[in-house]
């Protein structure tokens, strides 16, 4: 037995280092083998090749092909495919191989997988599709899928496993242990033990290392512990993963309105939460909304068209406020030579501050109560680095421009614009919160105005005073 094993774990790996090349990402040989493969029609040598794999590397494997293969490769490995790979990859991935499938071979697929994995895959489906493929699936199990795709999208009822294993306070740990070695329609893997009264209540849970350790006859209300930290199924998923990461629980109960049980969000499920939640946060600051790197070029450009607009108004708010000082700025060109240092090293001082307080305010570790020691924090930071940058820059633009003069002006104003910035960086996303605006998605743009305005006009306003011209 251990010799199998081991022969299984060296295939294993054999298989990982056939597919990754040493960058990480899906070797050019692999996948010339495959496209081969395909090209040919042979799905057995497809099978061979792609059966040992995860279903993650699976997912890889098809972002690195390109369409027509992908379909191709579903196709050729028939029952073989494992469909959780379609979780792996992106939507518009996803979506260009289930529509072409029938919708009689997706609902034999959905019947293969976990509930929160078939949930994942439904979702994205046009509703007449979807009520036909739920409509091929056995009564019970179209039920528990209809229930989790009625709750709203990004909540924990629509992330949550609606297998699980659950049991009456009044059994045995004996009976308890038998139903599970007898019962086949329970989940592949769990960690707990739910316990409910006959309306499905939930009452408490069992650790399984604590149903090992105690006796056959104890009663599971007797070793039971308080779910405390039941998830309600409404809840954002983002909300719901912090609070199975702050009190470091193996896996949470979902229940309804009722409190009655309803589903289980298990660690797996949280770390894909979380990580989609940190994509979306990072493509929001950038202003790329919801974009997948294999979207079409019109979908891309769709997507960034509406930010770039607006960034496209802020910068001629930022050129207006140079048009007031264009006589200020023939009489001395330098002027024209510096201006970006200031606007850019204010803009780049706001993105600092802004990155830290939107990744705050997603964490709940800041909100507009409690944000008084954060904001003078970040003052003190603008402040402190204000006045160290404008040692540098005055220093650099009075030898330059051999003139102190302009050296005192542009070091003021990159104090007023650090300044500027810092504060612009926090109070912005804070504000956008508190008016229930995502801070993520609009913050760059009202943070990048700030600096840019502040900096021009604290930089000329300033030269035109100082020099007497304008």
Known sequence: MADTRLDEDVSEVEVKSELYDEDGFVAREFRERVETAIAAGDSEMLREEISPLHESELGDLLEALDNDNRQALVRLMGDAFDYTALTEVDEAIRLSIVDAMPNEQIAAAVRELES???????????????KEILERLPFRERIR???????????????????????????????????MREEDDLPE???????????FKLQGAVD????????????????????????????DQEEAAQVIEQYDLPSAAVVDSNERLVGVLAIDDVIDIMQQEADEDIKRLGGVGDEEISD????????????????AATAILASLVIGLFDATIEQMVALAILMPIVASMGGNAGTQTMTVTVRALAARDIDFHNAGRIIRRETLVGLLNGLSFA?????????????GGLGSVIAIAMVINMLAAALAGILIPLVLDRLGAD??????????????????????????????IG
């Open 391 to 403: 040692v540098i820059i005055g220093a650099v633009a009075a030898v330059w421009f051999d003139s």
């Open 145 to 179: 899928l209809r229930r989790s795709l009625e709750y709203p999208e990004e909540s924990a009822g629509r992330r949550m496993q609606t297998e699980f294993v659950a049991v009456p306070p009044f059994w045995t740990v004996g009976q308890t242990i038998d139903y």
């Open 189 to 199: 893997s769990f960690a707990q033990i739910f316990v409910i009264d006959p309306s």
């Open 439 to 468: 801070p993520a998605i609009a913050s760059g743009t009202f943070v990048t105005t700030v600096t840019d305005v502040v900096g021009f006009f604290a930089f000329l306003g300033l030269a035109a005073w100082w020099f007497g």
């Open 208 to 235: 399984l290392d604590r149903i090992l350790r105690a006796k056959r006859p104890e009663k599971i209300e007797d070793i039971m512990h308080e779910t405390r930290h039941a998830i309600p199924a409404e809840m």
């Open 296 to 311: 079409t070029v019109l979908t891309a450009a769709r997507s960034r068209f509406s930010w770039l607009l607006i960034n």
């Open 116 to 130: 929160d994995d078939a949930v994942y895959i439904l979702e994205d489906l046009d509703e007449e599709d979807r």
